[in-house]
């Protein structure tokens, strides 16, 4: 049996259609998902995400321990409430899963990581904090709710504790806010302004009901997978595993490779380094009638390659990808669809910022 989040019987009750999603019963859509997609871009919706794993960090060695941890420096948080993303490697520099670490205190970090990957994650973080006396302690008693758009935040804010309403306004992107058992991030899996907001599993469903008297749409995890591919971000599992590293996975930006930092997978990156990354990730837009789907086989000048998230996008009207081919010059690119090879663009993601495409996504890029 799946597991299930404390707002299971608030999305039944809202008619919600549920689906197994990575061994948790959670809802696709409360009708229709494109709605729900537009909703998002250009008002507010909000996301279930409780299912996601709430680690804490604590001691005098916790953010040495980081620094070996993440591929990324926790280094560059230097404020508290300040947020990073980044990977977290093993030795072969293959991602075991990507999360984001709030710095909260000189010897208190939290790392919010996948939901699917959640027991390997946390069996990997408790085995390498141990030499580093940093205590562990994961908050599976925790829900969250993420409320994304243009208006989230302000709609959300209306909601909130008024000690903690003009703090969360004045937030700054990727930092974070506490008060009392609330904590609410300016961070998201949209490409839409928001927060995800953390509280107590007994107080989520009349949390989610203001959310929704405040105006808020819910959403399903389906106009979450498009809005996050149309804002060019990954998903663990499909774009990336641990059989791939944040260079083949267009992450190289979360890659921060300081002078005296020693972090789990550093040597096997920058043997890639330094003898070149045989695979790279690109994105893909059809023009023609069709959808691009996870499995596809792609044709380059270099060899074949796959798609590895595809979808319909609503924002665009256009099927869009990522795909992962030979490095190099791609040249002329084709996708197998239904046993015709049918033409496609490359283009740089992300394919949708602010809620508008980006440049040369919906026309051929020049030059």
């Not at 991602?95 to 990997?124: C, G, H, M, S």
């Not at 837009?285 to 609503?314: C, I, N, W």
Request: proline share 5%; net charge neutral.
């Amino acid at each position: 049996m799946p597991e299930t989040t404390v707002l299971n019987s608030v999305h039944r009750a809202l008619g919600a259609r549920m689906v197994d999603f990575g061994g948790w019963d959670m809802p696709i859509s409360y009708g229709s998902q494109i709605e729900e997609h537009h909703a998002v871009r250009g008002d507010a919706g909000m996301f279930d995400v409780s299912h996601m794993t709430v680690v804490d960090l604590r001691g005098a060695g916790v953010r040495t321990f980081l620094r070996h941890l993440l591929a990324n420096s926790v280094d560059k948080l230097g404020v508290p409430g300040k947020a990073l993303y980044s990977c977290m490697l093993d030795a072969r520099g293959g991602v075991i899963d990507d999360l984001i670490v709030y710095f909260l205190e000189d010897n208190y970090f939290r790392l919010v990581v996948n939901a699917a990957t959640r027991d390997k994650d946390l069996e990997w973080i408790r085995e390498n904090a141990s030499p580093f006396h940093v205590a562990v302690e994961h908050h599976p008693e925790l829900a969250m709710i993420a409320v994304q758009g243009p208006n989230a935040r302000s709609k959300a804010a209306s909601v909130l504790p008024a000690a903690l309403r003009e703090r969360s306004l004045a937030l700054k992107p990727f930092s974070a806010a506490r008060e009392g058992t609330l904590f609410v991030a300016r961070t998201g899996y949209t490409g839409e302004d928001g927060f995800e907001i953390t509280l107590p599993g007994s107080e989520a469903a009349a949390f989610w009901r203001q959310l929704q008297d405040a105006g808020i749409r819910p959403c399903g995890l389906g106009a979450r997978d498009t809005l996050r591919l149309e804002a060019g971000m990954n998903l663990y599992g499909q774009d990336m595993d641990d059989r791939t590293t944040p260079f083949e996975a267009g992450l190289a930006w979360t890659v921060s490779l300081d002078e005296g930092r020693d972090f789990i997978g550093r040597s096997a990156l920058e043997a890639q380094r330094r003898h070149g990354v045989p695979r790279q990730m690109i994105g893909l837009v059809l023009d023609e009638k069709g959808v691009l789907r996870h499995g596809q086989v792609v044709h380059t000048a270099l060899g074949v390659g796959e798609v590895l998230s595809g979808t319909f996008s609503p924002t665009l009207g256009k099927g869009i990808a990522f795909a992962r081919v030979p490095a190099g010059d791609p040249g002329a690119v084709s996708v197998e669809i239904r046993g015709k090879a049918v033409p496609v663009r490359v283009v740089k993601p992300p394919f949708v910022r602010n809620g508008r495409p980006c440049a040369g996504i919906l026309t051929p890029m020049q030059g």
